[in-house]
T-cell receptor
């Protein structure tokens, strides 16, 4: 069964360092989402791609976060510099289109020390 | 402001009990409401509800939407320890762009 892949699964870094997360959506899924989930809360959308274009990045802290999906397939999310408050689970999801069910990857748990 | 609110935040019951989880919403241009189950990793999809009063069922789980009173419930009958998880409710907020906003979730713990 096709799944959304993410790596790494866990990342521990010191504040002010740069981190990057990778997501490979289900083949054929045009829409890709990055969410951040702080412990005890529901996921919060950071950025949504339709193919290689950003559809919504209104909640992305653009001073330190960036996301790209250059070929419209896999995507990277980068944080530079990381801050203590960035510690969270970063979830990637994909869907056939913006109106279809979203499938989530296993997530990357980030700890910033 | 659009929002999704879940209750209770946490629930502990014995195996075999029936539970009801609540989700209320205030969403402009409401289209649908979704339920997810989240164990130790990513959320997995349970139900999508678009029509009021029509129950969706999957095994021991069922859900229904009330668009007049702006809420949904998720029922789990004959609970099992494997039902222990966080149950998330979500709604797309913006017409034409399926930006999901999630509630904080209900943490369900089933005691053997």
């Amino acid at each position: 069964e096709a799944e959304v892949a993410q790596s790494p699964r866990y990342k521990i870094t010191e504040k002010s360092q740069a981190v990057a997360f990778w997501c490979d959506p289900i083949s054929g899924h045009a829409t890709l989402y990055w969410y951040r989930q702080i412990l005890g809360q529901g996921p919060e959308l950071l950025v949504q791609f339709q193919d290689e274009s950003v559809v919504d990045d209104s909640q992305l802290p653009k001073d330190r976060f960036s996301a790209e999906r250059l070929k419209g397939v896999d995507s990277t999310l980068k944080i530079q510099p990381a801050e203590l408050g960035d510690s969270a689970m970063y979830l990637c999801a994909s869907s056939l289109g913006p109106y279809n069910e979203q499938f989530f990857g296993p997530g990357t748990r980030l700890t910033v020390l | 402001e659009d929002k999704v609110v879940q209750s209770p935040l946490s629930l502990v019951v014995h195996e075999g009990d029936t539970v009801t989880l609540n989700c209320s919403y205030e969403v402009t241009n409401f289209r649908s409401l979704l339920w997810y189950k989240q164990e130790k990793k990513a959320p997995t999809f349970l139900f999508m509800l678009t029509s009021s009063g029509i129950e969706k069922k999957s095994g021991r789980l069922s859900s229904i939407l009330d668009k007049k009173e702006l809420f949904s419930i998720l029922n789990i009958t004959a609970t099992q320890t494997g039902d222990s998880a966080v149950y998330l409710c979500a709604a797309p907020l913006r017409f034409g762009n399926e930006k999901l906003t999630f509630g904080t979730g209900t943490r369900l713990t089933i005691i053997p």
